[in-house]
Protein backbone atom coordinates (compact mmCIF):
# COMPACT_ATOMS: atom_id res chain seq x y z
CA UNK A 1 0.00 0.00 0.00
CA UNK A 2 2.75 2.52 0.95
CA UNK A 3 4.09 1.58 -2.60
CA UNK A 4 0.55 2.49 -4.18
CA UNK A 5 1.13 6.05 -2.60
CA UNK A 6 4.39 6.91 -3.26
CA UNK A 7 3.61 5.49 -7.68
CA UNK A 8 1.04 8.37 -7.22
CA UNK A 9 2.57 10.71 -5.28
CA UNK A 10 5.51 10.50 -7.86
CA UNK A 11 3.21 10.71 -10.78
CA UNK A 12 1.62 13.84 -9.38
CA UNK A 13 4.82 15.40 -9.34
CA UNK A 14 5.68 14.00 -12.55
CA UNK A 15 2.22 15.35 -14.16
CA UNK A 16 2.90 18.13 -12.46
CA UNK A 17 5.97 19.15 -13.02
CA UNK A 18 5.72 18.45 -16.77
CA UNK A 19 2.44 20.70 -17.07
CA UNK A 20 4.48 23.64 -15.21
CA UNK A 21 7.72 23.13 -17.44
CA UNK A 22 4.89 23.02 -20.75
CA UNK A 23 3.58 26.16 -19.89
CA UNK A 24 6.79 27.99 -19.35
CA UNK A 25 7.79 26.30 -22.57
CA UNK A 26 4.90 27.97 -24.32
CA UNK A 27 4.92 30.77 -22.91
CA UNK A 28 8.48 31.34 -24.39
CA UNK A 29 6.76 30.49 -27.76
CA UNK A 30 4.14 32.98 -27.60
CA UNK A 31 7.11 35.69 -26.54
CA UNK A 32 8.92 34.76 -29.29
CA UNK A 33 6.29 34.65 -32.02
CA UNK A 34 4.63 37.79 -30.73
CA UNK A 35 8.05 39.71 -30.80
CA UNK A 36 8.80 38.34 -34.26
CA UNK A 37 5.62 38.96 -35.75
CA UNK A 38 5.18 42.56 -34.18
CA UNK A 39 8.94 43.36 -35.18
CA UNK A 40 8.74 42.54 -38.98
CA UNK A 41 5.45 42.42 -39.69
CA UNK A 42 4.01 45.40 -37.62
CA UNK A 43 7.15 47.32 -36.85
CA UNK A 44 6.49 46.78 -33.49
CA UNK A 45 8.44 44.71 -31.24
CA UNK A 46 7.09 43.48 -27.95
CA UNK A 47 8.91 45.43 -25.21
CA UNK A 48 11.30 43.93 -22.85
CA UNK A 49 10.70 39.98 -24.69
CA UNK A 50 14.76 39.64 -24.35
CA UNK A 51 14.11 40.03 -20.11
CA UNK A 52 10.80 37.85 -20.16
CA UNK A 53 12.55 35.09 -22.41
CA UNK A 54 15.63 35.17 -19.96
CA UNK A 55 13.22 34.84 -16.69
CA UNK A 56 11.47 32.00 -18.42
CA UNK A 57 14.21 30.31 -19.44
CA UNK A 58 15.52 30.25 -16.41
CA UNK A 59 12.40 28.77 -14.56
CA UNK A 60 12.34 26.35 -17.27
CA UNK A 61 15.66 24.73 -16.60
CA UNK A 62 14.96 25.02 -12.93
CA UNK A 63 11.44 23.20 -13.74
CA UNK A 64 13.48 20.65 -15.38
CA UNK A 65 15.90 19.44 -12.59
CA UNK A 66 13.46 17.74 -10.51
CA UNK A 67 11.74 15.99 -13.49
CA UNK A 68 15.28 14.89 -14.53
CA UNK A 69 15.92 13.75 -11.22
CA UNK A 70 12.46 11.78 -11.00
CA UNK A 71 12.85 10.05 -14.53
CA UNK A 72 16.66 9.12 -13.76
CA UNK A 73 17.61 11.19 -16.87
CA UNK A 74 20.71 12.67 -15.55
CA UNK A 75 23.99 12.18 -17.91
CA UNK A 76 25.78 8.72 -16.98
CA UNK A 77 28.65 7.38 -18.08
CA UNK A 78 28.08 3.59 -18.18
CA UNK A 79 31.51 2.14 -19.65
CA UNK A 80 31.98 -0.23 -16.41
CA UNK A 81 28.56 -1.27 -15.57
CA UNK A 82 28.68 -4.16 -17.00
CA UNK A 83 31.62 -5.42 -15.57
CA UNK A 84 30.32 -3.62 -11.98
CA UNK A 85 29.17 -6.32 -9.21
CA UNK A 86 25.66 -5.52 -8.52
CA UNK A 87 26.48 -4.86 -4.56
CA UNK A 88 28.91 -2.35 -6.02
CA UNK A 89 26.42 -0.36 -8.43
CA UNK A 90 24.37 -0.12 -5.51
CA UNK A 91 26.62 1.56 -3.37
CA UNK A 92 27.80 3.75 -6.56
CA UNK A 93 24.30 4.55 -7.03
CA UNK A 94 23.46 5.71 -3.07
CA UNK A 95 27.40 7.59 -3.28
CA UNK A 96 26.17 9.75 -6.72
CA UNK A 97 22.76 9.67 -5.67
CA UNK A 98 24.00 11.26 -2.12
CA UNK A 99 26.85 13.44 -4.56
CA UNK A 100 23.50 14.57 -6.16
CA UNK A 101 21.67 15.80 -2.89
CA UNK A 102 24.86 18.29 -1.85
CA UNK A 103 25.28 19.36 -4.96
CA UNK A 104 21.76 20.36 -5.82
CA UNK A 105 21.53 21.34 -2.11
CA UNK A 106 24.11 24.01 -2.20
CA UNK A 107 23.05 24.74 -5.65
CA UNK A 108 19.21 25.30 -3.52
CA UNK A 109 20.78 27.17 -0.70
CA UNK A 110 23.26 29.98 -2.60
CA UNK A 111 20.19 31.05 -4.69
CA UNK A 112 17.96 31.91 -1.77
CA UNK A 113 21.04 33.69 -0.32
CA UNK A 114 21.47 35.38 -3.61
CA UNK A 115 17.16 35.77 -4.03
CA UNK A 116 17.87 37.37 -0.29
CA UNK A 117 20.10 39.77 -1.49
CA UNK A 118 18.57 41.10 -4.56
CA UNK A 119 14.89 41.02 -2.56
CA UNK A 120 16.68 43.50 -0.01
CA UNK A 121 18.61 45.65 -2.63
CA UNK A 122 15.33 45.83 -4.75
CA UNK A 123 16.99 44.32 -7.96
CA UNK A 124 14.68 44.76 -10.68
CA UNK A 125 15.02 43.62 -14.76
CA UNK A 126 16.14 46.37 -16.60
CA UNK A 127 13.28 47.26 -18.92
CA UNK A 128 10.25 46.11 -17.52
CA UNK A 129 11.32 46.66 -14.00
CA UNK A 130 10.22 43.49 -12.58
CA UNK A 131 11.67 42.43 -9.30
CA UNK A 132 14.20 39.73 -9.72
CA UNK A 133 13.74 38.21 -6.00
CA UNK A 134 10.42 35.97 -6.70
CA UNK A 135 12.44 34.07 -9.64
CA UNK A 136 15.41 33.54 -7.58
CA UNK A 137 13.01 32.04 -4.85
CA UNK A 138 11.62 30.19 -7.46
CA UNK A 139 14.80 28.30 -8.94
CA UNK A 140 15.72 28.05 -5.06
CA UNK A 141 12.95 25.84 -4.20
CA UNK A 142 12.81 23.68 -7.56
CA UNK A 143 16.58 22.90 -7.02
CA UNK A 144 15.41 21.81 -3.56
CA UNK A 145 12.77 20.06 -4.76
CA UNK A 146 15.27 18.27 -7.13
CA UNK A 147 17.61 17.32 -3.81
CA UNK A 148 14.67 16.38 -1.93
CA UNK A 149 13.99 13.72 -5.21
CA UNK A 150 17.43 12.25 -4.93
CA UNK A 151 17.61 12.42 -1.01
CA UNK A 152 14.74 9.79 -1.77
CA UNK A 153 15.66 7.86 -4.74
CA UNK A 154 19.07 7.60 -2.57
CA UNK A 155 16.75 6.22 0.28
CA UNK A 156 14.14 4.10 -1.62
CA UNK A 157 15.11 3.85 -4.92
CA UNK A 158 12.85 1.18 -6.46
CA UNK A 159 9.66 3.43 -5.42
CA UNK A 160 9.61 6.43 -7.77
CA UNK A 161 11.54 3.88 -10.47
CA UNK A 162 7.83 2.21 -10.20
CA UNK A 163 6.21 5.66 -10.16
CA UNK A 164 8.08 7.12 -13.23
CA UNK A 165 7.88 3.85 -15.42
CA UNK A 166 3.76 3.20 -15.28
Same mark, same amino acid.
Given at each position: ??????? /??????? @??????? *????????????????????????????? @???EILMAILIYAGLPLVSLRRAHIAVDLL?????????? $???? $???????? $??????? /???????????????? @??? /????????? *???????? *???? @???? *?????????????
Amino acid at each position: MPQDRTS /RAGAGAR @EGLSTFA *ALVLAAVMMVSVVDVVGRYVLNRPLPGSS @EITEILMAILIYAGLPLVSLRRAHIAVDLLDSLTPPTIAR $VRDI $VVNLVSVL $VLAIVAW /RLWVYADQIRSSKDVT @EYL /RLPLAPFAY *AMSVLAGL *AAAV @EVYR *ALRPAALTTAVTT
